[in-house]
């Protein structure tokens, strides 16, 4: 990930070109379409992202919410929309990897109805149990959840969430016993989680960071290849779980036939905005990190992420709940 970051840094220019249709009409906004409520974790960053967007091109860009049905909606919605430098979309794993696996039968392609623009950020899961689970450490939570097998509740956001898939995936490593428990929303998650209802949960670090700040949570271990800046005394669970590592990510699409020199242009613009101070310091404190790609680079990750995901969701038994 660093790499396309270090790419995206060199190669962003002084001046950014105007978008295609903005010569035509300069007064027209851009439409980005988050598939996700207001509020979620992605259209929080969306939106930080949008202002600093519209500061780089001088044009306005206006969040569009179409959140619903495990961010299918949102993403068909996208997909349809005119190719015409207007529309953009927040891609994730869950829209563009999850859901088409878990779903069977979703009203778009994510390979063949996008053209990936840049990948933006990549955020990771975070171990979290409530105050009542006699743990300090992951290597203690393990060997807890072997002397009580089937008697720790997961919670997650719903199945095929991230936060199901990335417990599940613990499970698997570890070689652990527990029962999931599915909730219709990350927020019904945090609730159940921290009245004790739920023993623990895998919940985006962004989530649960505030919570084990004011004490109301206990964080052992992020999904993230190594420690992460913004927490460094948590340690990776690969530490004592080797192999395991489990992250979410969120990128910039556009409709498939979308001019070429448009994507530069945005391609460009996305460079220059996303390596703000600013908009670096909003991602550190939801411990997420920087990633930026070509569209090429992004396009074969993407492709990447469809094939472990469908696997990680058939591995998992995820049914749409």
């Not at 498939?256 to 909003?282: C, D, Q, R, W």
């Not at 992420?305 to 749409?320: D, Y």
Request: aromatic share 6%; proline share 7%.
């Amino acid at each position: 990930m660093k790499r396309y970051l270090m790419y995206g840094v060199l190669t962003v220019c002084c001046c950014v070109p105007p978008l295609v249709g903005a010569q035509q009409n300069p007064g027209k906004p851009l439409r980005l379409i988050v598939p996700w409520t207001a509020g979620s974790g992605t259209d929080l960053m969306a939106r930080t992202f949008a202002q600093k967007l519209t500061e780089t091109l001088g044009q306005q860009v206006v969040v569009d919410n179409r959140g619903g049905a495990g961010a299918t909606i949102g993403t068909e919605a996208a997909a349809r929309a005119a190719p015409d430098g207007y529309t953009l979309y927040i891609g994730g794993s869950v829209s563009m990897t999850i859901s088409p696996a878990l779903y069977g039968k979703v009203g778009y392609d994510p390979i063949r109805d996008f053209a990936p623009v840049s990948l933006v950020s990549q955020f990771f899961n975070a171990l979290s149990v409530h105050p009542s689970v006699p743990v300090k450490s992951v290597k203690e939570f393990i060997a807890l959840a072997r002397a009580r097998p089937g008697e720790l509740l997961m919670g997650s956001a719903g199945n095929g969430s991230t936060s199901h898939l990335a417990g599940e995936l613990f499970k698997m490593r570890a070689k652990i016993s527990m029962v999931h428990v599915p909730y219709k929303s990350g927020g019904q998650l945090i609730v159940g989680l921290l009245s004790g209802e739920t023993h623990l949960s895998f919940s985006p670090v962004s989530t649960a960071i505030t919570h084990v700040a004011a004490g109301r949570l206990r964080m052992l271990g992020v999904s993230s290849p190594k420690r992460i800046a913004a927490l460094p005394d948590i340690p990776a669970i690969n530490e004592i779980v080797p192999g395991y590592e489990f992250s979410g990510w969120q990128g910039i699409l556009v409709p498939a036939g979308t001019p070429a020199e448009v994507i530069a242009a945005l391609h460009a613009a996305i460079m220059k905005s996303v390596n703000t101070p600013e908009f670096k310091a909003y991602l550190l404190r939801e411990g997420s990190e920087l990633v930026g790609s070509t569209p090429e680079q992004f396009a074969a990750f993407v492709r990447a992420e469809v094939v472990k995901n469908a696997e990680l969701v058939k591995i998992s038994g995820a049914k749409p709940g």
